[in-house]
């Protein structure tokens, strides 16, 4: 038998937390010494605090565990619970390590409030060019990626050379946080066949683009896209069709701030 101090070390529960356990019948001690009022406590006990434990992390009052500890809930069926609930901390986590990430984004962007980057935009014209491409609904912008490692090995398999031409083409008319229209596009040295899902087509050139060459991740680069349509509006331009990313220097990295990015719309005049 253990007194009440050794099981809180056991058990890694507060004494204060096994006296109310007791006072609400969740967990009586094994024994109680009449003459000293010691509680005494037993290693079996363990199962059923565990029990008492994992309820209480799932959300259920003290209330509403002595009644299901009443109905002598099935082991599975507390597991299969326990389960659901990492699932939701688990998305959980994710979301708030996202919304970190964003906000350390914005300090940054609000730190280079008084030191913008000067980006020099230039006008130039874009000719067609022969790709292979997979364009799909993605969940989130950096997806993009692995489109790229997938037109790789299909052109691997099919015994052709990619050129040197890497680029993404995002089709939505604004930014999403999700379900994001995206296009990876390869220029190709060499005869491929497509099939459903990976695209030969000539990639149409454009009269006039405004572009701008950016140097750092990807976390940042919308800093370059609001100098870039920043500019358009101001000189009298209008964009005319979906924006372009072309990766000179690129990964899956995306906060690698040695990638080169230019960053191109289509537009003429307004």
Request: aromatic fraction near 8%.
């Amino acid at each position: 038998m253990l007194k009440i101090g050794d099981f809180s070390k056991l058990s890694l529960v507060t004494v204060k937390a096994l006296r109310l356990y007791d006072q609400l019948g969740l967990l009586k001690p094994a024994h109680i010494d009449h003459f000293t009022g010691y509680r005494y406590y037993s290693a079996n006990q363990l199962p059923r605090l565990n029990r008492i434990l994992a309820l209480k992390d799932l959300g259920f009052s003290l209330e509403q565990i002595a009644k299901l500890l009443e109905d002598n809930l099935p082991s599975d069926q507390i597991r299969g619970m326990l389960r659901l609930k990492q699932a939701e901390l688990q998305r959980l986590v994710e979301e708030e390590h996202a919304r970190l990430l964003r906000v350390e984004v914005r300090l940054k962007q609000i730190e280079q409030d008084d030191s913008m980057p000067n980006y020099e935009v230039v006008l130039k014209k874009v000719d067609p060019i022969k790709v292979v491409s997979i364009r799909e609904i993605l969940p989130d912008y950096p997806s993009v990626g692995s489109l790229y490692d997938e037109l790789l090995g299909y052109l691997k398999q099919q015994g052709a050379k990619e050129g040197s031409y890497c680029a993404g083409i995002w089709h939505d008319p604004g930014y999403k946080e999700s379900d994001v229209d995206g296009e990876a596009v390869l220029s190709i040295e060499s005869s491929v066949q497509g099939n459903e899902r990976i695209k030969i087509y000539e990639l149409p050139g454009w009269e006039t683009i405004a572009c701008l060459v950016y140097n750092g991740s990807y976390k940042t680069i919308n800093q370059a896209y609001a100098a870039l349509v920043s500019w358009i509006e101001a000189n009298g331009y209008k964009i005319i069709g979906p924006n372009r990313e072309v990766y000179i220097i690129g990964g899956n990295q995306q906060d690698n701030d040695t990638y080169v990015t230019e960053v191109q719309f289509p537009v003429s005049k307004a």
